[in-house]
C-alpha cells in the first residue's frame, strides 16, 4: 500500500517535469526569439512613455554590467548576444525598444517562455540594466548595423574585484 | 554495485562538480525563514539550502532541528522543492524525522500590485518533526515534551496548501500567506498564517562588485502562528512567534540568512534561533540532461 503510495507520487511527478522539459522543447530557438521579442510590444503606452532616471547616471552603466553578469549572462549570454536558452539582447528589436518597454519586460518576465520576472531586483536595479543594455548597442551579427555612437565599450571594460 | 548506489554516487559528483563549478550567479533572496513571497526559482536552477534551529524547550530539553532543501526551478511559472528533515533533542537523540516534497505555481502571467502563487506540499515525517516551518492548527511548546523514541513512532502523513499573496512596493517586499494542513489520516483542517516585510539596505547596486555592500543585505521581519482547526477556529490555544530576519546576498553565490525568533505567548517556545546557508546552481538541468542524455 506504502509502496504504491509513493510510487504513484514519483510517476506523478517525473510525468509532470517530464512534460513541462517537453513543451520547452517543442518551441524552437528561432520562433521563440521572435515571441520574445515580440512581448516588448506589449508593453503598455504608460509603462513604455516611462523615462529611465538613471539614464545620464554616471555609474549605471558600471553597476548594470554587474547586475547583469550577476542575474543575466547566464541566459542571454556573457556578451548579451544570446544563449541557448535566451535570445540577444543587442538585437535591433531591443536596442530600438523604448527603455519603458525593457523596464516592463525585466518588471513582468516573458513567465511562459521561461523568463522570470525580475521585480525581486529594486526599481533602481531595474534602470541601471537598462542603462546598460541601451549602451550595447546593435550587435554586428544582428541584420541592422550598428550605429557608430553604440559600440559596445560597456562589455569590454573589466570588472572590479571585490572589495 | 546495485545501480541505485551507482546512480547516487553520479547524482553527487554532479552536485559537487557543479557546485565548484557552476558560473557565478548571484540571486537576490529574500531572508524570509516561513514566510513565502512570490518569486520562484529560474528555470533550470537548482539551490542547495541548510537551515538550523535551536530552540529552547520549557520543562524539557531544548533542540537543534535542522534541514536541507533542494529547490529546482522547472519552469518560470513552477518551482519544486524536496526537503529532508532531522532534529537533535539535547540529552536525548539525534533522528531523522521526514521528507516534504513542495511545489509553487505562478498562475498569472504578469506582475501585479498583489501577485498570488498556489503552494501544495506533500508531508511524510513522524512525530519527532520539530522543524517548525510554519505554524499551524494549535501546535504549541508542549508538544515537544515527548522523548524522541516515543514521538518517532507516530507517522504523520500530512497535505499542505498555501495561498501566498505578496507585492513589492519602492523595494519593499510584503508577503501574506494563508495555509490550510490536513492530515490525511482522520484529523480535522488546520490552518494557520505568516507575514513577511522586508527591504534590502540599499535599492540602487554599487559600480564595483563588493562583499559588503548594502545592496547585498536584505533586511525585515516575519511574523507567524496557528489559526485553530475546522472545529476550534481562532487564537485560542496556538502558538506565535516575531522574528526580525537578515540575508547577506554574497556575490560569490552565497546567501547567509539569520533570525532570532521570539515566542509571543505561553504556548510559544520562548526563543528560536534559525540560521541557513544556500547556494544556487545556475543551469543545472541543462548538466543533469548532458549527464544522462537526456538533451543534447
Redesign the interface.
Known sequence: MNKHFFLA?ALA?LL??SQ??A???DVGPAKDDKLVYAELAKAPEKARSKHNP?ENDS??V???R??F???C??CHGETAEGG??APSLRAAEVQNAEPGAIFWIL???????????W???????RW?LVTFLKSLGVSSASPVAPAPNQVPTALKEP????? | MSSLVRLAIRVFALLSLCTALSPSLHSQERPYFVAYDHYLEEPGNLEIEYFSIFGTQRGGNNFHSFWTEFEYGVTAWWTTELYLDGQTTFHDSTVFTGFRWENRFRPLKHEHFINPILYVEFENKNGADKILKEGEGRDVEADFLTPNAEARQEHIREVELKLILSSTFKGWNFAQNTLAAKNLSNSPWEFGYAFGASRPLALKASAKACNFCRENFVAGVEMYGGLGDRHNFGLHETSHYFAPVLAWNLPSDWTLRISPGFGLNDNSHRFLLRWGVSREISGFGRMLGSLFGIRP
Do not use: F, W, Y
Not at chain 1, 521585480?119 to 536595479?125: F, H, V
Not at chain 1, 570588472?159 to 572589495?163: F, I, Q, V
Open positions: 507520487i511527478a509532470a517535469v513541462a522539459a513543451q520547452e522543447k538613471l555609474d549605471s558600471a553597476a548594470g554587474i547586475l553578469a550577476r542575474h549572462a547566464e541557448k536558452k518588471t513582468n518576465g516573458v513567465v511562459r517562455r521561461g523568463m522570470p520576472v521585480s525581486k531586483l529594486p526599481e533602481p536595479q541601471q570588472s572590479s574585484p571585490p572589495r
